[in-house]
């Protein structure tokens, strides 16, 4: 997904510039573009176009995704330690994990100016979390540490459809009804809470920090969708990142 | 955590916290009490000798310590071998370690009417956060799960005297502060360090509702302040049980 382009546009030029003459720390950085939403909403196709668009425009461009944690799987894994794995253990676990596994490599990428894409952040470890009976607010607040997105697409579809569309690719016996019932329900708090983290983020009050937040109808026209993506982003290129909400 | 307080009006010299009636701030039967205290300030072996003599008393006592949950002391240990210093997930590790002892060992525990003895809680954690730069709101925000003791013992020891006990044995990097950069020494940056955490425990005393208590003398002085201390609060309590009248050792 890195761009091949070596040669130094005007924005590069300022960034280093600008580095040479800042401390690091204060060190202008790159773009955090963010996708969020249930499974099979389309944010990898999103996350490819944007990707491609900006590559053309002569941006380094990284693509990065919200990989489950280690620790949390490790301890689901054994039937010793799984008893112990209750939500709020794991979401610790997970945050933990989280800021030393990707909190760091986004910061690194951001810090030398790219354009970091992530497939999925911290939203969707605080909607699961959240589904599973966590407070939103103290959730995320554990993810409060690492980069704010510039600009979160959320994908927004009905939670109907995303149950049809997981269920249909696992075997028969998962599609049982009973667990297809069970998984419709974790489904419906998990778009809850996206929806409740995208209200907050539009009234000014984003959960873990604030952001923009742009909506993508998951059912509209994928060409109007990518063109409202380019819309949306555009203006923070051409800022050079500089103009985050946060 | 500003909910954490211990019972109120803890004194440094002795007096350890006025006796609480009834049921704690936690509302469980039980009763939950932290040791804290720097490095080298003799937590341990006081954790260690308060349970003899609560257990010598009568008392059904659970005692647990920090980093030992079965999912987080894992990964603290790899953190720490590692030398993976970022104050924040340390910190969340530490929380994922409080949390499941809090789940599976403190709360079970008081809510079966024990005596909970804890060789310290949030506050370490908090501490060598907060003196690393970590905001201190937050750290309250992170802990506000956990169930506020009814008492917490700081047991007061400063700096230097932590030092002397340190001896000429080098302390560890994370004990010594090494990532803070304040002296390429370890025994001084354990010096310094500490006095750190020292002050941090002074400054919150008020906020947490700490019962200080000076920890300098020898572990006999300073178990006599302790126990007769706590008899006093668990006698108010849980009531009076009567020991086997004869001194345990």
Known sequence: MASSSKSLSGYDRDMAADRA??????????????????????????????????????????????????????????????????PRVAALLAAADAQHRIGARVSRRLTAGDVVLADRYAWTAIAREVARGLDLDWSGDLHRSLPAPDIVLYHRGDAGSAVER??????????????????????????????????????????????????????????????????AVRPLVEAGGSGRAA | MTTAATAPGGQVGGQVGAPVAGPGRH????????LEGTDRSGRSTHVRLLEQHLRYGGRGVTRTSLATSILAAGPIRVAKHERRMDPVETVLLYAADLAERIEQVI??????????????????????????????????R??????????????????????????RHAPGRYE????????????????LFQDRLHEWFERQTPRYNFSPIDARGTPEVVEALIEPAVDVILDAMLGHRPGPGVARR
């Open chain 1, 21 to 86: 003459r800042t401390p690091d720390h204060l060190s202008p950085r790159g773009l955090l573009v963010v996708a969020e939403g249930l499974d099979g909403s389309g944010k990898s196709a999103t996350l490819d176009g944007l990707a491609r668009w900006l590559e053309r425009r002569g941006r380094e461009v990284r693509t990065i995704a919200w990989e489950p944690s280690e620790l949390v799987a490790r301890a689901a894994a054994d039937l010793r330690s799984r008893t112990a794995l209750t």
């Open chain 1, 166 to 231: 997981a269920l249909a690719t696992r075997p028969a016996s998962v599609r049982s009804a009973a667990v297809g019932a069970a998984y419709g329900t974790f489904v419906e708090r998990l778009l809850a809470a996206f929806d409740a983290l995208a209200e907050r983020a539009r009234n000014g009050l984003g959960m873990p920090w604030p952001t923009r937040v742009v909506e993508l109808d998951v059912g509209a026209d994928p060409v109007v969708n990518a063109r409202i993506v380019r819309d």
């Open chain 2, 27 to 34: 509302g469980l039967p039980g009763v939950f009490i932290v």
């Open chain 2, 107 to 140: 709360v079970p525990s008081l809510r079966a009417g024990l005596v909970v003895l804890a060789d310290r809680y949030v506050y370490t954690p908090m501490a060598r956060a907060a003196t690393r730069a970590v905001d201190p709101d937050w750290l309250d």
């Open chain 2, 142 to 167: 992170l802990f506000s799960f956990a169930p506020p003791p009814d008492v917490t013992i700081v047991l007061d020891v400063d700096a230097a005297t932590a030092l002397a006990r340190q001896g």
């Open chain 2, 176 to 191: 010594a502060g090494m990532d803070l950069g304040l002296s390429k020494d370890a025994l001084k940056s354990f010096r």
